[in-house]
């Protein structure tokens, strides 16, 4: 089942800051995060393992909660280059490992 | 080191025509996924390959098939396409599909208009 992103849509100024939320029905065990620009193909941006662990980098930096099934993505002092959709890709492990099933995205839009 | 690269980069496509989208990594990669992309429905995982010779179903799988070969390329064919194939299609590559932190990787992506 596709996990749910929220919110839809997310416009900031720069240097603002933004969550983005993903939440599961299922069990998970991991989550990853990609952004994609207009055209172009999702980028990878960090893996979160069940654990309940935060991984960073740069600004940017997110989160896992197991007893929710639930991922966070923080964005912080936003810049331009942040723009794009974000998507969240979750994996349940065991027989299923690497077969990742993704939100349906967060359009992140930074004004400058 | 070009990663992963897909042909054709866009394509229009008569309905009920064959048509096999190409890629190819250069990145020793076992694992090897083909997603569509539609507005509003995200990333869905067609097929899957866990390692060369081995493929497998993903979440929507009708009216695709797919090969594995050899390690470095992962054909997607469409038997007798039709307008609801119209999509953007995304090939991905991973070091192995059984690691915890298994980082997939996306190719530039094939557009695709079936007509």
């Known amino acids: 089942q596709q996990p749910v992103q929220s919110p839809q849509a997310v416009i900031l100024r720069e240097g603002e800051d933004a969550v983005i939320n993903c939440s599961s029905s299922k069990a998970l065990y991991s989550v990853h995060w990609y952004r994609q620009k207009h055209g172009e193909a999702p980028v990878f941006l960090m893996i979160l393992l069940k654990g309940g662990e935060q991984k960073g980098h740069d600004k940017i930096s997110a989160s896992f909660n197991e007893k929710k099934q639930q991922s966070s993505l923080y964005l912080t002092a936003s810049q331009l280059s942040y723009s794009g959709t974000y998507f969240c890709?979750?994996?349940?492990?065991?027989?299923?490992?690497?077969?990742?099933?993704f939100g349906q995205g967060t359009i992140l839009t930074v004004h400058p | 080191i070009a990663g992963i690269t897909q042909a054709p980069t866009s394509q229009i496509l008569a309905a009920g025509r064959r048509m096999t989208l190409r890629c190819t990594q250069d990145?020793?990669?076992?694992?090897m996924y083909w997603y569509r992309q539609d507005l509003g429905l995200g990333l869905r995982l067609i097929h899957y390959s866990n390692t060369a010779g081995t493929t497998g179903k993903g979440e929507v799988p009708d009216g695709y098939s797919v090969s594995r070969a050899n390690t470095d390329d992962f054909p997607l064919t469409l038997a007798s396409a039709v307008p609801s194939q119209t999509s953007v299609y995304f090939c991905?590559?991973?070091?192995?599909?059984?690691?915890?932190?298994?980082?997939?990787?996306f190719g530039p992506g094939t557009r695709l208009t079936v007509l």
């Open positions: 890709g979750t994996d349940l492990g065991g027989t299923s490992y690497g077969k990742l099933t």
């Open positions: 991905a590559s991973s070091e192995t599909a059984h690691g915890p932190a298994d980082t997939q990787y």
């Open positions: 990145m020793r990669h076992n694992a």
